[in-house]
């Protein structure tokens, strides 16, 4: 049982005192408790001072008790449906019977003794507690509702296969849907989830994760619920509900737990219905700093020594996903200065920045990045980030800026850093200019890292902080390409890039590949992640 001298305001004194929550978050969190009566998991969490696994990992901690990442509908369903699946909801506990026969009690709010012993005093057995975040309780209780409900009907919503507009704005504003995108969302955020893959099926519709590059599945509902599910998302985002056989992209600003944050949406027909991704682009967690992304003391001097001039070009290179623009604004903020002006041409901005006048290109009206560009060189900038060149007009603008005495910043979808000049080559930009503005090239991927919490456990499918998986967070493995004499030569000569590799190890390059299985070898991940991630791209 947890201890008597327990209590919401002692947990709050604990988190103060270790550091993980501010002297005001904690002040504000005790004035709410003692206001509201609300459960301390709620508190913290809706004030948005704490995310909901961290929340239950700190739990854990201070009691001294067990923790417990997911919950199986399989097990132990009888105690669960003896005491009821509205008080189980309600109260947030899950009873089941422990191996040594004692009654296991996975509960959010620890400190509800009332609950905790009248469950104990119902079933007559010895009560062990354990915590789990209060949202896995309410996927467990959904779970086992749905594995009883007939399927084609959800709470009066009706399967909807061709219906009118009226229809489908009624469907959007369902008391069913509404909480549905809601929670679908909050857990998102909550998750540090960065797209949201809603995807129907012939009798159901599913819904996915991507956590640190990767895609996890979280839950299947009725196909009852995808109209509505849509449609709704449709509407927050300003899109035409209507249209459903057209591709369709739009963007929302929502407050999930009093914090706002950007998503971007693209919806898209498909054979069952139109499929949904909703990026994320929580942006107010990130520290911009090249060290807290992973660029060790000495790669981070080396791009200050690239990016120190003030003209020529910089790229960063690597596919879709790789943090090529969070290493760009990273570089950005230091650069930063009163005394420079700085541009950035985007699609879309990705970061809001104190002292950067910001552009966002829109195809439709005809504002591409190539016009946005020649726009911002008659704003008499001194840097300039272009979001990405995508083709031979604009990598032709971004050189000629680069000629005329500005420092311009950009991405490049290529598969390692010297790969960035056969690709602009390939652009149609001759070599003696890609020569003439070039400062340097940084290619890079994101790998998973492991998670502190579970990397020496032989199981590590109870850890709730990286819900099983091993992996928590992410960080950069990289390579920059500082442009030597011997280097230029080979661009200028036309050097295949097997070529000018040599010349960079010669050099005293470190290649990605070299880097991840550094970053494996040091525990910082795995073998198996640097080989997914760098090895089988490269080689």
Known sequence: MISSSASPQAFLTYLEASGRISVEAAGRARAAERKT???VDIIIRELGILAELAIATELASYL???SVAKLSPAQNNEFVERIGLDFALDKAIVPCLADNGDLLLTVANPFDADTIRAVGYFFELPVRVEITPRSTIDDFIREIRQASEPVGLVEGVDAVADVDLERLQDIARDAPVVKFVTRIIQKAVDEKATDIHIEPEANSMGVRFRRDGMLTHVENVSQALHAGVVSRLKILARLNIAERRLPQDGRLRLSVRGQEIDFRLSVVPSIH???????????????????????????????????????GMVLVTGPTGSGKTTTLYSILAELNRPEVKIFTVEDPVEYRMKGVTQLQIDPAIGLTFASALRSVLRQDPDI??????RDRETAEIAVQAALTGHLVLSTLHTNSAIGAFSRLRDMGIEPFLIDATMRGVIGQRLLRKCCDECREWADQTGCFVCAGTGFKGRQAT???LQMSERVRQAVVQGAGQEEVEAIARQEGMTFMRDHAFQLAAEGTTTLAEAVRVVELEDR
Request: net charge negative; glycine share 10%; no cysteine.
């Open 478 to 480: 990289f390579e920059v």
């Open 273 to 311: 219905g139109e499929t949904v991704v909703l990026r994320i682009l929580d942006r107010e967690t990130v520290r911009l700093e090249l060290r807290t992304l992973g660029y060790d003391a000495v790669s981070a001097e080396k791009i200050r020594n690239i990016t120190a001039k003030p003209n």
């Open 37 to 39: 009566g609300q459960a």
């Open 384 to 389: 300039i980030l272009v979001g990405e060149i």
């Open 64 to 66: 001294q008790v067990g």
